[in-house]
């Protein structure tokens, strides 16, 4: 059981961010990662649709004898869970209730903004997981559309992506917000741009909380690979290998070399 892969999915390439703090915790573990390109963005599908591609996702990974999932995608997270967690037997980790759970503790005058896509924001999913912890807790949603393009575009400095940032976050910082979570999974790459425009802002990075969220429960089942062991990663795509390759090495900054394109 110790030495079977961890499992993260996400729609896109996003996902990576959660991958590469997962590495870096956990060196030892090997990790497969899927990304389902072909139908990349899942926030502007239904949710039957949504539901629909995170299962069928989740099922490939775990004919690959999986013995933990994470759902390294925000749309995904907030609709489909609870329905993955209550269909397989292995711990399934999303990335919204670690992050959650880390603005509550780091806030100091109970107000958060949560930034992300327009799904995640309009699907208050964040809001929720945030209230369920502390009521009392003044919570701002912000849709930062255009980050993920300047993401993928390799924009993450300069005098654009500080320009965009000021127009967006403008908004929330009216609101004397203390802490923001980065509610999307491509926002990490924009951190020095996010803070430079936030100053003192506390930022929480979804991608860092899932992943020690990934240590816990492994820690909690006694299913850790031993220290040392030298550790695999498998990419797998529904599309292009090479636009995946080309913007994922940007994510991880290191070679991507094992990678397969599959159908679901």
């Not at 004898?65 to 980790?93: D, F, G, M, Q, Y």
């Not at 949603?141 to 967006?168: D, H, K, M, S």
């Not at 299913?223 to 940007?250: C, H, I, L, Q």
Request: charged fraction near 25%.
């Amino acid at each position: 059981m110790n030495n079977r892969p961890i499992g993260i999915f996400d729609s896109g390439v996003g996902g990576l961010t959660v991958l590469k703090e997962v590495a870096e915790l956990l060196p030892a573990e090997n990790i497969l990662y899927l990304g389902d390109t072909a139908r990349v963005p899942y926030g502007v599908r239904s949710p039957e649709t949504v539901i629909r591609y995170s299962f069928e996702c989740a099922e490939f990974l775990l004919r690959q004898n999986i013995k933990l999932l994470v759902v390294a995608c925000n749309t995904v997270s907030a609709i489909s869970l609870h329905k993955i967690r209550e269909a397989v037997s292995i711990p399934v980790i999303g990335v919204i209730e670690p992050g959650a759970a880390a603005a509550v503790n780091a806030t100091k005058n109970k107000r958060i903004g949560i930034i992300g896509t327009e799904a995640t924001i309009k699907s208050s999913s964040y809001v929720k997981a945030i209230k369920a912890l502390d009521k009392d807790v003044e919570v701002s949603g912000l849709p930062c559309p255009l980050f993920v393009p300047l993401v993928e575009e390799g924009w993450t400095e300069g005098t654009i992506a500080r320009l965009i940032a000021e127009r967006y976050l403008k908004d929330i910082m009216d609101r004397e917000v203390d802490t923001i979570v980065l509610g999307c999974t491509h926002y990490p790459l924009l951190k020095g741009v996010i803070q430079g425009v936030m100053n003192d802002v506390r930022l929480v990075d979804s991608a860092i909380e899932t992943a020690k969220a990934v240590k816990n429960a492994l820690s909690e089942k006694r299913m850790n690979r031993e220290a040392g062991a030298a550790s695999e990663r498998k990419f797998y795509v529904t599309d292009s290998t090479e636009k995946f390759v080309s913007v994922g090495e940007r994510f991880l900054q290191q070679k991507i070399k094992d990678i397969e394109k599959i159908e679901l």
